[in-house]
């Protein structure tokens, strides 16, 4: 269970240890080094996980150099570290609690959110191999603090929760308090609220994976395209919710709102166009009156030429690619004669004589301009052959 040695994972970690159980339980204690004390809050959570005879874990996160949206940058840390040292028959547990659940919607709307953040906080979902679990969502802070009380349970009262630095903070000592007052039962309509947008979310997804399954174009080993002829016959929309469920689903955050509008104006481009909408970690291109999703990954160029010589097998690093020379020469329709088999890469600015022929080639098998550096010429004893691999 992710333990900060606050108020609410400190009731979650005494609520775990009250009951019987057929479970280990760990606390985890993640130290962002974002306030001055954040060492004592680690030795207190050390002490107290001592003194109910339990293991700790302990990490700690660089983010010195985060400039803006620290808040966001140091959970997507903590879940990235959740995720990647935890398996099947995991669960992983955290205090959130009522306020927290109404803070998240509030923040949210603030952020111009769509139906996915005014969801607010799942009780439950999968992260990698294990399970996220939510149990004290459904009470507030007061009734945490109640029981804490009431049973003696010694917390960390951590300075920077007043700390106005931090946008929560400051709506949750600034605003809500204001709202609480007015509208006393705020927590129960937000929380309404929240489950109607889930609601409404899973039917969006439901929606979204139909139109997904009729418009994809299957592409061997990357992620499918999109048909742009057959999304301009959906409404406005139902487009604009089929990319959004498209990049989810290929794990990847949701475009700004700025950028599927831009995404939607460009799908109505000239044919000879290839636009690009940049996003964080990924970009959308068209090609081909095709919508693809493409990854920004730093790869290392492939240079030269790869001989099989006497080899049976031939491996690329740079692209992941291993090849067969007998599945190569079946793909090509030939016997077996020891004939020279290479692949070649286009390099910019080399001069090719084949290079008109392979404009054409790539013209014909339709490879994208942006994919062409990584894909492979064949020669057959020095010929250019038409498969590219």
Known sequence: ????????????????????????????HINHGLVDNALQMEQFCIQQAQAYGLEIRVDRLDLANVDSNIEAVARRQRYRLFEENTQAGDCILTAHHADDQA???LMNALRGSGVAGLRGIAGQRRLGSSLLLRPLLGFSREQLEDYAN???VAWFNDPSNQNPRFDRNYLRREIVPLIKQRWPGYQDALSTSSEIQSETQALLDEIGSQDYQHLRIPDRGKIDRLDIGAMMQLSLPRRKNLVRYWITTAGLPPPPFSRLRETMQQLQARPDAMPKIVMSGYSL????????????RA???CGGAFEFGQ?????????????????????LGVADKNQ???LKFRQRGEQ???????????QQHRVPPWERDSTAQLYLDGRLEDLLL
């Open 340 to 342: 020279s088999l290479t």
């Open 352 to 362: 090719n004589e084949d290079g008109h022929r392979l404009k054409r080639l790539f």
């Open 299 to 301: 790869r290392d160029k």
């Open 311 to 331: 080899h049976e097998k031939i491996e690329i690093p740079q692209l992941d690619l291993r090849l067969s020379r007998k599945e190569i020469l079946r793909r």
């Open 103 to 105: 803070e998240t919607f």
């Open 150 to 152: 009431r049973h003696e």
């Open 1 to 28: 269970m992710a333990y900060s040695g606050g108020l609410d994972s400190s009731v979650l970690l005494h609520l775990l240890l009250s009951t019987e159980r057929e479970y280990e339980i760990l606390p985890w």
């Open 285 to 296: 291109r068209i090609y081909d009156r095709q919508l693809f999703l493409v990854l920004e």
